[in-house]
């Protein structure tokens, strides 16, 4: 499969979740995006965080040292948010412009991705997107979601 590296943010743990299973099953490198100053994960979340996406707000983020041109594949994943991606995704996206790379993206909600993908395809321009996929993150998902992981992993070395 080549050099993986798996790029996401996850406020409440979800999107980690899924990143990691991913990470686990191909031997995936990491970069969990954490701002420097983050919401809350409590009652005022939405409130908060949709204000930040209508807002285009693009945190800034701890440090991290990669070099993106080591990969082969850079899967991008985002909890969805006011049905797009998150501002730490935006500051990502805005900061690196990657182009060139064979890029996979995923987002993980409760109710519904919204444009959340198609938006993240218009910031990546330049790449070759070779799949995409969202995960419902109810309790009920989680046995369904580590198939769905397997499957779309599969999918993409297909792709490649």
């Known amino acids: 499969m080549g050099k993986t590296l798996i790029v996401y943010y996850s406020l409440e743990g979800h999107t980690r979740e899924i990143a990691e299973i991913m990470a686990k099953e191909i031997t995936a490198e990491t970069l969990e995006l954490k701002p420097l100053k ?3 994960p409590g009652a005022l979340k939405y ?3 949709g204000s930040q996406v209508v807002k285009k707000s693009t945190p800034k983020l701890q440090a ?3 070099d993106f041109n080591d ?7 985002t909890p969805v948010w006011a049905w797009t991606y998150t501002p730490a995704i935006r500051t990502f996206l805005t900061k690196e412009r990657i182009a060139g790379k064979k890029i996979a993206l995923f987002c993980t909600n409760r109710g519904g991705e919204g444009s959340t993908l198609e ?3 218009k910031e990546l321009t330049g790449n070759q997107i070779v799949s995409e996929i969202s995960f419902r993150t109810k309790k009920e998902d989680k ?8 499957d779309w992993l599969q999918e993409i070395k297909i792709n490649k």
Request: aromatic share 8%; proline share 0%; no cysteine.
């Open 38 to 40: 983050d919401i809350s």
């Open 47 to 49: 409130m908060t965080g």
């Open 64 to 66: 991290y040292d990669v």
């Open 71 to 77: 990969y082969d594949l850079i899967i991008i994943g």
């Open 119 to 121: 938006a993240m395809k």
């Open 143 to 150: 046995e369904i979601n580590q198939k769905k992981v397997l």
